[in-house]
């Protein structure tokens, strides 16, 4: 079964898939939606959102708050130590873990800033964006869309 951890604010939650299904969302628009939970009425607005880090700022009955959720997948991978971002410091982006390129999102010359989307690497199942940690101009691009990786094999170059 699906667990999901879950942070609001500084408190941390692991919420099963099965407990969200559970809740009675009605859409309202875009952005509005109306839960019903043991009884209880909530409006939710979603204010923000950052897909790529998995956050979201909502607010629940006029309270804002600030949400991460992460999936099992995301948390083995941090378990792992896969989300070290130390090797990715210096100019050479290497892949965090072995897999197959799904998409270059990059080309020489560009230039980039810190988290530019850079590679779409598919692994355990999941794709991944891999994403710049700082500035630079991209130097060469190792890989090509369907090409597998080791990890820590390169695969852009930054200068």
């Given at each position: ?18 407990t969200a299904d559970e809740l009675d ?61 130390a090797s990715q410091k210096l100019n ?62 390169i695969i852009i170059e930054i200068d």
């Amino acid at each position: 079964m699906a667990n999901y951890k879950v942070t609001v604010g500084e408190e941390e939650l692991m919420v099963q898939k099965s407990t969200a299904d559970e809740l009675d969302v009605s859409k309202i628009n875009a952005n509005h939606f109306h839960v019903l939970k043991n009884y209880k009425a909530y409006n939710i607005e979603v204010i923000s959102t950052n897909f790529l880090n998995k956050e979201l700022t909502i607010s629940v009955n006029g309270n804002n708050h600030h949400i991460k959720i992460e999936d099992e997948y995301d948390q083995m991978v941090k378990q792992m130590g896969l989300f070290s971002n130390a090797s990715q410091k210096l100019n050479n982006i290497k892949a965090p873990m072995p897999g197959l390129i799904v998409d270059v999102m990059v080309e020489e010359g560009q230039t980039i800033e810190e988290g530019t989307p850079l590679i779409v690497l598919s692994a355990m199942k999941m794709e991944n964006i891999i994403l710049s940690q700082g500035e630079g101009v991209i130097k060469s691009v190792a890989v090509k869309k369907d090409d597998a990786v080791d990890k820590g094999q390169i695969i852009i170059e930054i200068d």
